[in-house]
């Protein structure tokens, strides 16, 4: 049974993409500790609106990002989603026939086990879609969710966004 908040991320998801997922699957139970609530992975399928596989989470927001502040006098929200997009060419399947899918990419960067590949992963807003209702789902008049694109980074591009400061923020997204 789905939380009240969990089936606002549902609905959210299925009313932006305009389907329902082809298929969920949970987070690997080795990553998160067996007291821990499980996240939950939504596969929706590319479309000729949006050409490429999006994979979303729902359960990530059950815990609380740490507090931060954003700039006059506002904080952060703290509760956080998030999706990865992935080209229409690779092969997605049920990790249950494969045990190296990509399905697992997205909880792989929790512990940045992608291949070895990446050092780290970027959190950007999904810029890609037409509209920006994507990034809030509301749970209350005054409640919400944001949702990020999580985006691995390899070791070399972030040292060159390191090399730039604060100016590469910008050239970060654009290499993207």
Not at 72 to 94: C, H, Q, T
Not at 140 to 169: A, C, D, N, W
């Amino acid at each position: 049974m789905k939380s009240k908040r969990q089936q606002k991320l549902y609905d959210h998801y299925k009313t932006v993409f305009g389907e329902e997922p082809i298929f969920s699957l949970k987070l690997k139970k080795y990553v998160l500790p067996t007291d821990m609530k499980p996240i939950t992975t939504l596969v929706f399928k590319p479309t000729d609106e949006m050409p490429f596989w999006k994979l979303c989470t729902i359960g990530a927001s059950d815990y609380l990002m740490p507090e931060r502040d954003i700039g006059f006098g506002r904080k952060a929200n703290r509760r956080n989603e998030y999706m990865m997009l992935i080209s229409p060419d690779v092969d997605i399947r049920n990790p249950s026939d494969d045990e190296d899918a990509p399905t697992d990419w997205l909880s792989d960067t929790i512990d940045m086990g992608i291949d070895g590949k990446y050092c780290g992963t970027v959190l950007l807003l999904p810029e890609i879609f037409k509209t920006p209702k994507i990034v809030k789902c509301y749970v209350s008049e005054h409640k919400y969710i944001s949702i990020f694109q999580v985006m691995p980074i390899t070791r070399e591009l972030l040292s060159k966004k390191l090399r730039k400061k604060v100016g590469g923020i910008y050239w970060l997204m654009e290499q993207f």
